[in-house]
């Protein structure tokens, strides 16, 4: 399925009834558009992407002025409704970009410095176990280089609270039982930890949650009206959902079930947010054309060195994708139960945002997913 739409955006589109719990799909595509489509290139790469992921996959792209989008396979099983980019999901590590423009408007504020010790913000938390909150730096939480050991909550969560969320104090504690990976400064290593800590640090300087401190001051600005940093307990999907699921691919068929209620306070500031790919694209635009952060915060965020890798880096909460094309791409992905997801901008307003409704535990298809984000970016050119 492919559509066309200027600024003014797509009409919402309703998805069919929920259907069983564990069903077998074959994993041939949906027929393609027209011979004539001028998205080809990224039809073909979606499609390969899809038969590697989840029951459908869609992607919203274009530049300043138009967006388009495709959209192969079913947001909900059994059901022909293929993935519309005004649909929710759970867009996973994507919030650690939310999180990390929320700290440089601290920044911006002067409430924050970017090579204070975290210890001067949150005194005793990053601490024990041979960690030094003294040797650790707000820049080093940013830039996954605070040498925190790597941490997945949802597989190793902490105990929850009475009403079954989880606090930030008692996710980050869980986290830094694991020791120290390397000296603070010295490797990059991406640690959920880290974006917990700083979720911490926004409580701390703001004197509110983390997701208020998020609504106020990033999403409600922008008008992000399909985006949501929920509250802890809130399991809710809002309307028109994007259905996730848990599966496997065997041969030509795949097995889906759909993935288990769960709190995302697990995640908070690294991993709890939902919105659409309109809304993401809207974001990283903003962001990246200096509506959010100041221009010399901006510039901070984009700094990679000492967290390059082959064909980008990582920022303060941003990821640099170097393209085929020429120039860069800056963004993020995110995964968390039953999806897979990644946006990426360029400077001159070129945007793609991807989805797929499932996160596979083995054979992710990261090298598909990129050639998405790169062939859409890099159409005629």
Partial sequence: MVRKFGRAGLAAAGLGAACAM???????????????????GTLAALKTFQSAAGPGAGVYAGDATNSWSLSVGTGTINTNAPIQPNEHYRIGSQTKTF??????????????????PIEKYLPGVVDGNGYDGNAITVRHLLHQ??????????????APDADGSYSLQALVREGLKRAPASAPGTAFLYSNTNYLSLGMLVEKTTGTAV???????????????????????????????????HGVRIGGFSFWSRVLDYDPSVFSSAGAMISTEEDLTKFYQALIGGKVVSPAALAEMEKTAGAEFDGGGYGLGLIRRDLP???????????????YTQ????????????????HLASNIPAAQMDKVVTTALCENR
């Avoid at 999180?99 to 204070?116: I, M, N, P, R």
């Avoid at 280089?145 to 902490?158: D, I, L, N, R």
């Avoid at 946006?343 to 499932?358: K, L, P, W, Y």
Wanted: contains cysteine.
């Fill in 211 to 245: 997701h208020e401190a998020v609504t106020n001051r990033i999403i409600r600005p922008l008008g992000l009206s399909r985006t949501v940093f929920p509250a802890p307990g809130d399991h809710s999907l809002p309307a028109p959902p994007v259905r996730g699921y």
């Fill in 99 to 116: 999180t990390a423009a929320t700290v440089l408007q601290l920044v911006d504020e002067g409430k924050v410095s970017l090579d204070a």
């Fill in 343 to 358: 946006s990426m901008v360029t400077a001159d307003g070129r945007h793609v945002s991807v989805v797929t409704n499932a």
């Fill in 325 to 339: 094309c020429g120039g860069s791409a800056w963004g993020h992905n995110g995964m968390v139960p039953g999806y």
């Fill in 145 to 158: 280089t605070s040498g925190v050991a790597a941490y997945e909550p949802f597989s190793t969560p902490p």
């Fill in 22 to 40: 564990l069903v077998v799909l074959p994993s041939a595509a949906q027929a393609a558009p027209a011979a004539a489509d001028p998205h080809a």
